[in-house]
């Protein structure tokens, strides 16, 4: 199934740009998964099991590196890349 996910993330009590830069470029590793960004979030195209693993790995590992951050997702299961 094809998905479509945004995805915003908010490092808590720290300079936040670098955080969430290593996070995006984490996520662009991920083969199969397309990954675009702008000045409000990240969004992800491809298949729905292949993003949501990588997600899981990728917010776990911000956390063990990162400390706390919120992370706020939408998900449609529709590939919406324009």
């Not at 670098?18 to 996520?27: G, S, T």
């Not at 960004?37 to 990162?66: C, P, V, W």
């Amino acid at each position: 199934m094809k998905a479509s996910v945004e995805i915003s993330m908010y490092p808590l009590g720290r300079e936040y740009k670098p955080d969430i830069k290593d996070f995006i470029e984490h996520m662009r590793a991920h083969h199969g998964i397309i990954c675009e960004t702008n000045g409000m979030s990240t969004q992800l195209f491809g298949d729905y099991r292949e993003i949501m693993k990588a997600l899981t790995d990728e917010i776990e590992a911000s956390f063990e590196r990162h400390g706390k951050s919120v992370f706020v997702l939408k998900i449609i299961n529709a590939f919406l890349q324009q």
